[in-house]
């Protein structure tokens, strides 16, 4: 965990259980949970036994006026390439989910995955294609859009993960859930396969009907950040250069 991250009192928040039944409290200090060893999937060398990254890029940006927004550029760089800075030592590899510019995205060093589904059916479809491509057990999830995500986002869904015995978990600030911030197991492929086609779309019902277990970021919900505008990216701009 960062520093400084963890020593103030948690803040309270009550989430029904009938909609996503565990929350699990994250302990202050590196290298432990709850007095366990490190989570031994986030500390592998071996790339293949940790998770794999996707950086969801398949959107129709429609709030960007229908600019690529993965591409955009933040600080002179794409904002895809902030998050793969952010993402790619947490993970064992990384790919990315899009159906638009793919040779660009390619050019970046990383496999990329378009859609099974046609349409823009939305961030399910780009999990559930690369479940499809899947070469280890877990996939971590991220938007394209956010520079600043956790450094310790893996390790904390993974703590949950074991914890829990989810085959799904989300990561929530505090206030909200942040659905695209996920660890979802391979074993969902066929359940998530099967929601989508039966034309359902919806990912925080499919979070609930697998049961997800919760990560608490509530000391850093500044994490989470959604750029859906130019307005939101110049503040991240600033905030990019005030760092």
Request: aromatic fraction near 6%.
């Amino acid at each position: 965990m960062a520093a400084g991250r963890g020593n103030a009192a948690p803040k309270k928040f009550i989430i029904p259980r009938a909609v996503f039944p565990v929350m699990v409290k994250q302990p202050s200090g590196p290298g432990k949970l709850m007095g366990r060893p490190p989570n031994p999937m986030l500390n592998s060398a071996d790339p293949r036994e940790r998770p794999t990254g996707v950086i969801l890029a398949g959107g129709q940006s429609r709030r960007f006026g229908g600019e690529d927004k993965g591409l955009q550029l933040l600080g002179g760089r794409p904002l895809v390439e902030h998050v793969m800075a952010r993402l790619a030592p947490q993970v064992g590899r990384v790919v990315v989910s899009a159906n638009r510019h793919l040779e660009t995205y390619t050019a970046l060093g990383v496999e990329v995955i378009p859609d099974s589904l046609l349409g823009y059916p939305g961030p399910l479809a780009g999990i559930q294609a690369a479940l499809t491509k899947l070469e280890t057990g877990w996939l971590l999830t991220t938007p394209c859009d956010n520079p600043f995500l956790p450094r310790d986002l893996a390790r904390r869904l993974l703590d949950t993960q074991r914890r829990t015995r989810a085959r799904l978990c989300v990561a929530h600030d505090g206030s909200r859930l942040q659905p695209l911030y996920a660890l979802v197991s391979r074993d969902c492929l066929a359940s998530l396969t099967d929601y989508l086609e039966s034309g359902q779309r919806r990912v925080e019902a499919w979070f609930r009907q697998e049961g997800a277990g919760m990560a608490d970021f509530s000391d850093g919900p500044d994490d989470f950040i959604n750029l859906n505008t130019p307005e939101d990216l110049a503040r991240a701009h600033s905030r990019l250069l005030a760092a």
